[in-house]
């Protein structure tokens, strides 16, 4: 049952046995009509100031290839599962792993809870030259990422044209390539997020920063699985 779904059954008793009883039904939840948690205490700008998807906001619908399937998904056809996105470039050695590990002990301690059902993993490529198939498979095994589990779905812009449209302008992650002294290859600036949607696609969690929270990303999926 999604968040909807469980406010509309609260509703309903609600209405049938405290007549005449008014009140917030987010109170008894934690976060708003359309979350489990409460806002951020650190996130000081409104939402809809911020660049990137935020806290109580949807989270963008978009459809990208996933290459080790061959699938097409849809970042809002998940009824009923928690998502965590990420954008990356598997080339990265500064911040990229350190986001990926942190979906990666997302994904480790769900299986480890049994609740691997319960949510999916997006990391989006924005060097889709580079991140195809061969490449992406290899990353996850660099990684430790389980692909067996079936819940980890890197995707992939057709080109530097869709990954800037879908990254940059949709999700508000800027990146930009560079090529480094002493390199013969490029690399890219860019924003570090990470993002946790809960079961209507609504943004609960979004962090920005070099260091993601690992901890603190679990804690907020088990919280989020205790008030379904």
């Given at each position: 049952?999604?968040?909807?779904?469980?406010?509309?059954?609260?509703?309903?008793?609600g209405?049938?046995?405290?007549?005449?009883?008014?009140?917030p039904?987010?109170?008894?939840i934690?976060?708003?009509?359309?979350?489990?948690?409460?806002?951020?205490?650190?996130?000081?700008?409104?939402?809809?100031?911020?660049?990137?998807?935020?806290?109580?906001?949807?989270?963008?619908?978009?459809?990208l290839?996933?290459?080790?399937?061959?699938?097409?998904?849809?970042?809002?056809?998940?009824d009923?599962?928690?998502?965590?996105?990420?954008?990356?470039?598997?080339?990265?050695?500064?911040?990229c792993?350190?986001?990926?590990?942190?979906?990666?002990?997302?994904?480790?301690?769900?299986?480890?809870?049994?609740?691997s059902?319960?949510?999916?993993?997006?990391?989006?490529?924005?060097?889709?030259e580079?991140?195809?198939?061969?490449?992406?498979?290899e990353?996850?095994e660099?990684?430790?990422?389980?692909?067996?589990?079936?819940?980890?779905?890197?995707?992939?812009?057709?080109?530097?044209?869709?990954?800037?449209?879908v990254?940059?302008?949709?999700?508000?992650?800027?990146?930009?390539?560079?090529?480094?002294?002493?390199?013969?290859?490029?690399m890219?600036d860019?924003?570090a997020?990470?993002?946790?949607?809960?079961?209507?696609?609504v943004?609960?969690?979004?962090?920005?920063?070099?260091?993601?929270?690992?901890?603190?990303?679990?804690?907020?999926?088990?919280?989020?699985?205790?008030?379904?």
């Amino acid at each position: 049952m999604n968040r909807r779904d469980y406010l509309a059954s609260l509703t309903a008793v609600g209405t049938a046995s405290t007549a005449g009883c008014l009140g917030p039904l987010s109170g008894v939840i934690g976060g708003g009509s359309d979350t489990y948690l409460g806002k951020p205490d650190n996130q000081r700008a409104r939402s809809a100031d911020l660049p990137w998807p935020a806290y109580g906001q949807d989270l963008p619908e978009v459809t990208l290839t996933a290459p080790l399937s061959g699938q097409e998904i849809t970042t809002t056809q998940f009824d009923d599962k928690f998502v965590a996105m990420t954008f990356f470039y598997s080339h990265c050695t500064t911040v990229c792993p350190f986001l990926i590990s942190a979906l990666r002990d997302m994904q480790a301690q769900a299986a480890n809870e049994g609740y691997s059902d319960d949510i999916v993993f997006l990391p989006v490529t924005f060097d889709p030259e580079r991140d195809d198939e061969e490449r992406l498979r290899e990353y996850a095994e660099q990684e430790n990422v389980d692909l067996d589990i079936g819940n980890w779905h890197f995707l992939r812009p057709d080109d530097k044209e869709h990954a800037k449209q879908v990254v940059a302008d949709t999700f508000g992650v800027g990146f930009w390539r560079t090529h480094p002294e002493g390199m013969n290859m490029y690399m890219f600036d860019h924003r570090a997020l990470v993002l946790l949607a809960n079961d209507d696609a609504v943004v609960e969690r979004a962090y920005s920063g070099n260091d993601p929270p690992t901890q603190r990303l679990i804690d907020n999926v088990e919280t989020m699985r205790s008030r379904r």
